[in-house]
């Protein structure tokens, strides 16, 4: 590291890591195709990712790989 200190903008850091959240993704959609009478929903996502349904509005817009 060059000891540089990077400073964040302000605000809560965005729990949005793909390499975290997209395998969440992943096991959210399984759960709800093995349930075979639980449609995904943008509500039940978000509380598998421990966020509000708002986030993931934010998220969709910001992230294209997440509306995908």
């Known amino acids: ?7 964040h903008p302000g605000g809560r850091p965005t729990k949005y890591i793909p390499e975290v959240i997209h395998p969440q993704i992943e096991e959210y959609l399984q759960e709800c195709g093995r349930e075979q009478t639980q449609l995904p929903t943008a509500e039940g996502l ?3 990712l421990d966020v509000n349904t708002s986030t993931l509005w934010e998220w ?3 992230y294209p790989e997440f509306s995908n």
């Open 1 to 7: 590291m060059s000891g540089k200190i990077i400073k």
């Open 60 to 62: 969709d817009k910001k």
């Open 46 to 48: 978000a509380l598998k």
